[in-house]
């Protein structure tokens, strides 16, 4: 079974700040992992996956995570905030193979201040 | 279409009353995926399709809910004898198949049982 921890439901950044999201997974297998973003009132929209190729994925919106499998983690950052960043963010975990559907953390909404 | 339509996107019902909630893939898209979410929380998965069946539907919290998708494209979730507890924002996502795709979710159903 797989499960993921998200540190902190509540981060807040100034503008032009590093942003740094925590995500600790759990797997008995070693896992396929997402992060997603999702904006008031919105569906969930795919920010960057890692599945099993490069450790260091880049994504969307000049986000970018690294895959730590001694750390068991999977942490999102962005050097410099925008304001447009204010949303929630969601890790996910899914086994390679056998098509078992994502699980998802409980998330962590992001505000940035200008 | 261009992305994962869900229908309606507001629904409020008594409750005991019986509610459906649809939702229309991306054209093409084998496997499909319910979740709900939780006021501050993450998405909890409920049941996954891949074509017309339901490969897993062990997140169906009762026999109360029940989803289908006849003709492997649009599929219905429905909620017999809704209780308040139900109130959530249901969404519905969709992927080509295989683990690595992520998923490509819909704006949701928002259900408020009164």
């Known amino acids: 079974a797989q499960s993921v921890t998200q540190l902190g439901s509540h981060v807040s950044v100034s503008e032009g700040a590093l942003v740094l999201l925590r995500c600790n997974y759990s797997?008995?297998?070693?896992?396929?992992l997402f992060w997603y973003v999702q904006y008031p009132n919105q569906g969930l929209q795919l920010l960057l996956k890692?599945?099993?190729?490069?450790?260091l994925v880049k994504g969307i919106n000049g986000f970018e995570a690294e895959f730590k499998k001694s750390e068991t983690s999977f942490h999102l950052t962005k050097p410099s905030a925008h304001m447009s960043d204010a949303a929630e963010y969601f890790c996910?975990?899914?086994?390679?193979?056998?098509?078992?559907?994502?699980?998802f953390g409980k998330g962590t909404r992001l505000s940035v201040i200008a | 279409g261009a992305g994962v339509s869900q229908t309606p996107s507001n629904k409020v019902t008594e409750k005991g009353k019986y509610v459906e909630l649809r939702c229309d893939p991306i054209?093409?898209?084998?496997?499909l995926y319910w979740y709900r979410q939780s006021l501050g929380q993450g998405p909890e998965f409920l049941i996954y399709?891949?074509?017309?069946?339901?490969?897993?539907d062990s997140g169906l919290p009762n026999d109360r809910f029940f989803a289908v998708r006849p003709e492997g494209s649009v599929s219905t979730l429905k909620i017999q004898r809704t209780e308040r507890g139900d109130s959530a924002v249901y969404l519905c996502?969709?992927?080509?198949?295989?683990?690595?795709?992520?998923?490509?979710f819909g704006s949701g159903t928002r259900l408020t049982v009164v």
């Open positions: 054209s093409g898209h084998t496997a």
């Open positions: 996910a975990v899914s086994a390679p193979s056998g098509n078992t559907p994502l699980v």
């Open positions: 996502a969709s992927s080509p198949g295989g683990q690595d795709y992520g998923y490509t």
């Open positions: 399709f891949q074509g017309t069946g339901a490969a897993d």
């Open positions: 797997s008995s297998v070693p896992p396929y």
């Open positions: 890692y599945t099993s190729a490069a450790t």
